[in-house]
């Protein structure tokens, strides 16, 4: 006979209520994701309100506000709100609470900062040009033509069918089942259609494959002999062009090296995408949350004040709310409750990032004055420990937001990297050695590149010991092709 016992375990665990779920993942986001959530609640809550003309002299002060060294804190800093302890760690946990406090929330979560518009009020997003989706670009062309009712219709059924980048991946076989229109649609009908569309702009557009793409934009080449060449090549030899196996080229061509490596070069210039042009997801804008520049000698952080949300809550609501409550108001005080939450996670956000940004230029200031290659070894806990929070917050911290620079936009993760030993025991961090390795690499001779190996012993003549491995793996992070795609042939060049 089986005899069960019944016990009790009792155990310790920590459980993030959904509101901190929720700001864990507000804290990854990037700014302009961040202010869309802003901008959301803003339009939805009605204590909430965006900030009119009497902050222009608080944006003044955060523009110009400089660091001190010490202190680590901006004298325009508009938050005055309770500084960070990080939700992520475990002894900071809220076990389903609702009234978790200020930091708990902020470390939990992310929001995205955006600029919310109103009246006399000029947002970034502003100056961005408006986008035509590139279906309306192309029947705003057709609409210009003299077709047939039918022969609209099926043009529109083929560029309906097309992805974002403009290619037409279906059959035209599979486009006559949708093709609504009498007499039925034959398959010549639609070659037809998709001529048509394939002849208007951008080049290239309703492509069924690469090959195809770059054959309907040959025509952008003027010089006839290099147009011939360009047609050949995209039309017999995408292997070899792929491959940049240039001499192949030259001997299936029966041509010059120099001359088939300049043809090769124009055909590159063509758009392999060209349905980018036109779609409003091609580019992803990165918006800096905050900037550095040496001013007197002294690196100074700010944060960008174009993505830090300029919102308050309407306190002639607020007080209106208070002073009449009742047991039917409980919609109205939820949406006060999230006006609040929300301010905090502005505050909260941006005073973090602040901070976390200060402590990295004050780690990496040798970056700032010398470039990549003076970078040093850096982890997110001795980010943590400096600024007083969790290393989980640092990382989510540092996760798609951007600082810019004298030398560029960098995200906050490029100033982390693990430690390196050279030969003489100093550390090096990964970011200083892809930084060496590039030099080395833009230095070399074009018609006797390097290969890794061959890096790899220039290394260690400087003292650098660095796997083979390694030194490919930061080459193609750097997005460098291999020794033999490098190798470029003297010859006549051909103009396009």
Sequence with gaps: ???????????????????????????????????????????????????????????????????????GEAAGEVYDGPRETDLAAPAEAEVDRSTASDSDLWLADGLTPARQGHDGDVSALDFMMEETPLNAHLHGQLGTMALSPRDLALAGVVVES????????????????????????????????????????????????????????????????????????VNDHMDSLAARDVPALARALDASVGEVEAVCDRIRHLDPRPGWRLSSSRVNYIVPDVIVKKDRGAWNVRLNAA???????????????????????????????????????????????????QAIVRRQRHFFEYGSMAMKPLGL?????????????????????????????????????????????????????????????????????????????????QGLTVARRTVTKYRQMLRIEAVGRRKRHDGLAVSA
């Design 162 to 233: 097309l992805d974002d980048d403009g290619y037409l991946r279906t059959p035209l076989n599979e486009l006559r089942e949708v093709a609504d229109v009498v007499p039925a649609a034959t398959l010549e009908d639609l070659q037809i259609a998709l001529k048509l569309v394939q002849s208007l702009e951008p080049a290239g557009v309703a492509a069924r494959d690469v090959a195809e793409c770059l054959s309907l934009q040959l025509g952008e080449i003027e010089c006839p002999h290099v147009r011939a060449m360009a047609r050949a090549i």
């Design 381 to 461: 806990r001795e980010i943590a420990d400096e600024v007083g929070i969790h290393e989980s917050t640092v990382s989510r911290v540092t996760n798609n937001k951007y600082m810019a620079t004298p030398t560029g936009v960098y995200e906050l993760k490029h100033f982390f990297s693990r430690a390196m030993v050279s030969a003489n025991g100093k550390a090096c961090s990964g970011t200083a050695i892809r930084g060496l390795i590039q030099d080395i690499i833009e230095a070399e001779s074009t018609d006797r590149p390097l290969s890794d190996a061959e890096i790899t012993r220039q290394l260690a003549r």
């Design 1 to 71: 006979m089986i005899q069960m016992d019944a016990r009790a375990d009792q155990r310790q665990s920590q459980t993030l209520s959904p509101r901190l779920q929720h700001a864990v993942r507000l804290l990854q986001m990037s700014s302009l994701d961040f202010g869309i959530v802003v901008r959301d609640v803003l339009g939805r809550n009605p204590f909430l309100e965006a900030e009119e003309g009497d902050d222009e002299d608080e944006r003044e002060g955060l523009r110009d506000g400089d660091i001190d060294s010490r202190s």
């Design 307 to 357: 993505v830090v949300p300029k919102v308050r809550i309407n306190e002639v609501y607020a007080q209106l709310f208070q002073r009449h409550r009742c047991a039917e108001n409980a919609e109205m005080g939820a949406h006060l409750q999230e006006a609040r939450w929300t301010l905090r996670n502005v505050e909260q956000r941006f005073s973090t990032i602040l901070d976390v940004s």
